[in-house]
């Protein structure tokens, strides 16, 4: 009886992870939607951000992968519709024709810099302990 008590909390603590997890990316895909981007979309920007964080550095594609929860080809394909749009550009690394590197733009930085306080205040709202449960 013990073991499946114990098992239906986990159940339940599972549970209101994923859904505390459904609703945060809801809301910041809301908060980003007017500025073109999605919570995928801006958690690579925020990535680059903080790994190449001056003008012209570059990032590893494969350095992201494990940061995001995408699949490779789905990151890759993200990477694509940053890179049409003029926020990252990517280059192939001279020392391992494999790697890929990617870089924010001009306007991918400033992009990221106008929403971070957008995407900080829906964590902040869906985060805390007061924040409202289905």
Do not use: Y
Request: charged share 30%; with cysteine.
């Amino acid at each position: 009886m013990a073991a499946r008590t114990a098992g239906a909390r986990l159940e339940e603590q599972w549970r209101d992870i994923l859904s505390v997890h459904a609703r945060t990316l809801c809301e910041i895909d809301r908060v980003l939607h007017p500025h073109g981007l999605g919570a995928s979309d801006f958690e690579v920007l925020d990535i680059l951000a903080a790994e190449a964080p001056a003008q012209g550095d570059l990032c590893r594609v494969h350095n992201i992968v494990g940061r995001v929860h995408l699949s490779q080809s789905a990151l890759s394909r993200l990477i694509g519709r940053l890179e049409k749009d003029g926020l990252v550009v990517r280059s192939v690394c001279e020392e391992d024709r494999r790697g890929v590197w990617v870089a924010l733009t001009e306007k991918g930085r400033a992009l990221h810099t106008e929403v971070l306080p957008l995407q900080r205040e829906a964590l902040a709202r869906m985060l805390t302990a007061d924040a409202p449960s289905d």
